[in-house]
């Protein structure tokens, strides 16, 4: 008997106890869709504080084709992804959160597009965000051209974390152990042959969204710093911009004293001289200390993440110098 293609989901999970049972839902009626595949899934409690693990454990108790890794706190979605990639063994794996905004039902399409594409990665790409507001939908799209610009990665625009993978993908993944990860950027750094698969993003089924303001600016400066030197190199443009600029007053205070009979407040021109430098000097300091902070993050060396319990399978925690399980 010819074995079938095995499928996974890989499914970060933060408070979304209200979630959890229409998107198991959905999930078994795909299984039973396909003959071809077989399908299976990761669930990753990252820290809830409500009863997601509760429910995960029931469902993985009842379908042994149901994994659950409960990591020790909340280490964030994308490291979640990470322990979840770590444990995935399936020739294809689907990143998807579990609040449904991503339908899950798309992935069987997903995986016929990818095989007659022959690519190894299927990301799927917005063309529309039902549920999101205008200033989210201008800054979701303004953040994805400036990163564009910044990097020389090619990150598609419109796209979160809702792709497929092969195998080949993910044991490349695996040995990319940085803290402060952005994978919407680290696939395409990759190289592996991608191709986007369009799609109309649905509203969350229910709860509320756990990536607020604060929580996408923090996905966006590691983005940026992990994928580019180049606020560096502006800094010092503008640094050399700053000095060019001081040059050109002094040269005209110069002038004024020496062949006119004006004369420029000498106050006024110290104030505004050291205002401008030193709020350079305290932004680019900022700037150096955001490089410097990571720098120092990695070189602790700590795991990425710590797992408390797993359920019908075997405990995934990888250190930073292993490339794969």
Known sequence: ??????????????NESECIDEFLRRFLAIRDRTDELDISAVFVNDGSRDDSLQKLEGYARKYPFIR???LARNFG??????????MANSDFV??????????????????????????????AQRRQRQGDGPLKRASAAAFYRVLRRLTSVDIP??????????????????????????LRG????????????????????????????????????DAIFAFSNRPLRISSYVGMGVVGAGLLLLFYVIILRLFTDQVVPGLTVLLVSMLMVG?????MLGLIGEYLGRVFEEVK???????????????????NDDSAR
């Open 77 to 86: 979605h994308q490291i979640a992804v990470t322990a979840g990639l770590d």
């Open 279 to 283: 709020g350079f000097q305290i932004l």
């Open 1 to 14: 008997m010819v074995s079938k293609t095995s499928l996974e989901f890989v499914v970060p999970v933060y």
């Open 186 to 221: 680290l696939i395409p750094w990759l190289g592996f042959k991608a191709a986007p698969f369009l799609y109309d993003r649905d509203a969350r089924f229910a709860g509320v969204t756990k990536y607020p303001l604060r929580r996408m600016l923090r996905l966006a400066a």
């Open 301 to 319: 060396r700590r795991p990425l993440y710590v797992v408390d319990l797993v359920l019908n399978g075997e405990d995934v925690t990888v250190s």
């Open 94 to 123: 689907c990143i998807i959160d579990a609040d449904l905004q991503d339908p899950p039902e798309l992935v069987l399409e997903m995986y016929a597009e990818m095989r007659r594409q022959n690519v190894n990665v299927l990301y």
């Open 157 to 182: 625009a419109d796209t979160g974390d809702f792709r497929l993978i092969d195998a080949k993908v993910v044991r490349a993944l695996r040995t990319a152990r940085e803290r402060h990860r952005f």
């Open 68 to 70: 659950v890794i409960s």
